[in-house]
């Protein structure tokens, strides 16, 4: 029995080298694959971030044009400039389609899908000239709680008019 003791402690004595090599390699491919595994995981994150900015950019463009392509729209436009008393003879579903289209941009502000000072640069002047002209407001009801919305966007874009604008947070 003794003969086979040292004839086992001289075959492991052997392969011992070689096994801490094998730990090692193992431990090494376990770091490796916790890396690329993150490295992954953080590439993805950022993509999703980017998919993010490029689709409210869309729908912000979007949004955009049909305000400005619409020809109703761009007529009340014409007129609200100077609160031309033309404003009254526009029908009163055009008004609301058009002060609804603001309240859409408000419903975005507050749902965090267009940035605050976005809405204020590309519509404020818009909503301010909506909200402060006496011809368009003819047969609607200004207080009335259907125009919550835009009153609270109005009283926004009042506040932020007064503001130095930072163009560093225009972006989507």
Do not use: C
Request: aromatic fraction near 12%; charge should be negative; avoid cysteine.
């Amino acid at each position: 029995m003794h003969s086979s003791d040292a004839q086992y402690r001289a075959a492991f004595s052997r392969y011992a080298g070689t096994v801490a090599p094998l730990d090692l390699v193992k431990d090494l491919a376990i770091i490796l694959a916790g890396i690329i595994a993150v490295t992954t995981f953080i590439s993805g994150v950022l993509e999703y971030a980017r998919q993010g900015h490029q689709t409210r950019a869309q729908n912000f463009v979007t949004m955009r044009r049909r305000f400005l392509e619409t020809p109703q729209y761009r007529e009340i436009l014409d007129l609200l400039a100077s609160d031309d008393p033309g404003l009254k003879d526009i029908s009163m579903q055009e008004k609301r389609n058009f002060v609804g289209f603001l309240e859409e941009v408000a419903l975005m502000v507050n749902s965090k899908l267009i940035r605050r000072e976005v809405a204020h640069y590309m519509f404020g002047y818009y909503v301010l000239l909506t909200a402060r002209s006496v011809h368009f407001w003819e047969g609607l009801d200004r207080d009335s709680v259907y125009w919550t919305v835009f009153r609270d966007l109005a009283a926004n874009m009042q506040d932020m008019q007064t503001e130095t604008p930072n163009v560093d947070v225009l972006r989507f």
